[in-house]
Every structure is written in structure tokens, then in C-alpha cells.
């Protein structure tokens, strides 16, 4: 009983000096508590950075190091601050090594979101092809009154149009015209990519018809045609740098070679009468015969064979 009454007295005593010695530990004053806050708040975000795995030795020795820094923060020294800041900033320091270990080697782990694709290239279109025309006539001339046929094309047209009041044509195509004068036709083909040109020029001639009354088999001027010829003098005149013809036309009477002979002899007195006379120059001048080839009336009736035995002047279109 003695020996239970001193190990209860014993307890007790040892209680109150435990409790004692309890009571004197050291308060962290708040500048420490919240540098103390820094330095978890540090570990912490290591943590979940994975530091167990990125930094296992740097991590452990961080916990370490701010353990024994809040033990020494509550211990009672003698002279706290000397100790405690000593263990601060060694805790800090450890904490801060960890998060530069662990934070290259989280980074690198991360999934990096791919790049954004590339803008697709938008290749214009080509430019349209340039188009291209022609333009021809046939007969390349008239002699006024006359007409010719234009025939033109086009490439990579989408539309086409003819001057001289002719207007919107097809791609292709041909059209008869009977130009007065001596004209220009200009076909324009065209697309977005721009207009293409194309000229024809159709010249046209001016002629005159003499009938003169040659006697029958003869090819001579006569007095009383004088009044006719005058005709043919106006027509050199009103052309004076142009070259003349003159072609010789008889009716059916006679052989055809003996026609095409006399046509010749009847033109070729008309020139002679025309260069003598000073009207024109006989380099700008010339004669041919046609025969009966080309008559225009009718050779049974005296009246036709008449107008056929004739003698024509124009300008030289060839």
C-alpha cells in the first residue's frame, strides 16, 4: 500500500512539473507566423506540382527544414530571434529550391496544346486568257454598189461586236455589207481579262460606162462620141492619183476571138484618146478586153447588142 501511495505521489509530481515546463514554451510572434505561412504555402504548391516524384530530395529536406524551423520558433531561447531567423531563412531557402526543381520538370510534363493550323493558302485564279480576234473580206474590194463578205473569229471571247453601226455579233460568224466608200471594219472581242482588236479595210472602187457607138468591126472614135468621152475625162479627173482601166466589151456578133481582139483595139483607143489628151498619165493607165464575155443586155435584140458594144472606166482595184 505504501509502495501504490508513492508511485500515485510520484505521478502527479511528475505531471505538474511536465505541465510546468509545457506552459513555458515560446509564442511565434505574427511576422513569423506569416513568413512561417509563406513557406508551406511554397511546399504546398510543390506538392501539387508533383515534388515527391520531380524533387524527392529537395522536397524532403524543405519539410525538414520547416519543421525544425517552427520547433525552434516555439522553443524558449534565450534569445529567440537569433535562433529563429537562422531557421526561417534556411526553411525559406529550402522551399524555394524545391519549387525551382520541381517547376521546369511539372512544365515538361504537360500536354502543350498543338499549334493552331496554319491559315490555308488562298491561290487566286489565273488570269483569263487574253482574247484574240480576226477579220477578213472576200472580195478583198467592191466597186461601189458592190458588196463583200466579212468572216471573222474569235478566242477566248466572251463577247464581240463590229463597228459602222453593225453592233453585237456572234463568236463567229459572216455578214454581207455594201460599204459606199472605203471602210474600216474593226471587230472588238472581249472577256474580263481585257478587249482584243481586229481591222479589215475594204476599199471601194468608183467606175463609169461609155457607150460609145463604134461602128461595127471598128474601133475607132468618132466625132459624135466626143460628147461621151468627156464622161471619161470627168472620171480621171475626180481621180487624179488613182490608176485607171479600161476595159472593152463588143456584143455577140462575130467569132468570140475575134471579139475579145476587137474589145481590146475599142479600149485601148479610149486610153490613148485620154493619155493624148492630157488627162492622164499613161503609167496610170491601162487597157484590157473582155469580148463578149460580159454583156449587159441582151445580144438578140439590136437595142442590147447596142449597150453591150461599151467601153468601161474605173479605178484600178487590184
Known amino acids: 500500500m505504501r509502495n501504490q501511495r508513492f508511485y500515485l505521489c510520484m505521478t502527479v509530481l511528475l505531471a505538474v512539473l511536465l505541465a510546468a515546463g509545457c506552459a513555458r514554451n515560446r509564442q511565434m510572434t505574427q511576422p513569423e507566423k506569416d513568413q512561417m505561412a509563406t513557406i508551406s504555402a511554397k511546399i504546398a504548391k510543390a506538392e501539387k506540382m508533383d515534388a515527391k516524384e520531380c524533387a524527392p530530395v529537395e522536397y524532403a529536406y524543405a519539410l525538414a527544414e520547416r519543421d525544425e524551423a517552427l520547433h ?72 461601189e454598189g458592190k458588196c463583200t ?23 463567229s460568224g459572216t455578214k454581207e455589207v455594201c460599204p459606199k466608200e472605203t471602210t474600216k471594219y474593226t471587230i472588238t472581242a472581249t472577256n474580263p481579262g481585257g478587249p482584243a482588236k481586229a481591222v479589215v479595210e475594204v476599199p471601194v472602187f468608183h467606175r463609169t460606162t461609155l457607150y460609145i457607138n463604134f461602128d461595127t468591126n471598128k474601133a475607132d472614135i468618132r ?84 449597150k453591150n458594144r461599151r467601153v468601161e472606166i474605173s479605178e484600178h482595184g487590184k
Open 72 to 143: 525552434e520558433a516555439t522553443e524558449p531561447w534565450e534569445d529567440p530571434p537569433k535562433y529563429v531567423a537562422k531557421h526561417f531563412a534556411s526553411a525559406n531557402k529550402a522551399a524555394d529550391d524545391l519549387l525551382n526543381k520541381t517547376t521546369p520538370c511539372w512544365e515538361a510534363k504537360q500536354v502543350k496544346a498543338a499549334p493552331p493550323p496554319p491559315k490555308p493558302v488562298v491561290v487566286p485564279p489565273p488570269p483569263p486568257m487574253a482574247p484574240a480576234a480576226t477579220i477578213l473580206a472576200e472580195p478583198k474590194y467592191v466597186y
Open 149 to 171: 463578205k466579212l468572216t471573222w473569229s474569235t478566242q477566248n471571247a466572251t463577247s464581240a461586236e463590229i463597228d459602222q453601226g453593225i453592233g453585237s455579233v456572234g463568236l
Open 223 to 306: 466625132k459624135a462620141d466626143l460628147k461621151e468621152l468627156q464622161t471619161a475625162i470627168d472620171f480621171v479627173k475626180r481621180y487624179p492619183d488613182t490608176k485607171i482601166v479600161v476595159v472593152g466589151h463588143t456584143d455577140s456578133t462575130g467569132p468570140d476571138a475575134y471579139n475579145q481582139k476587137l474589145s481590146e483595139r475599142r479600149a485601148d483607143a479610149v486610153k490613148k484618146y485620154l493619155v493624148d489628151s492630157g488627162h492622164v498619165k499613161a503609167d496610170m493607165i491601162t487597157a484590157e478586153g473582155r469580148g463578149e464575155a460580159e454583156p449587159i443586155a441582151d445580144n438578140k435584140t439590136k437595142e442590147g447588142r447596142a
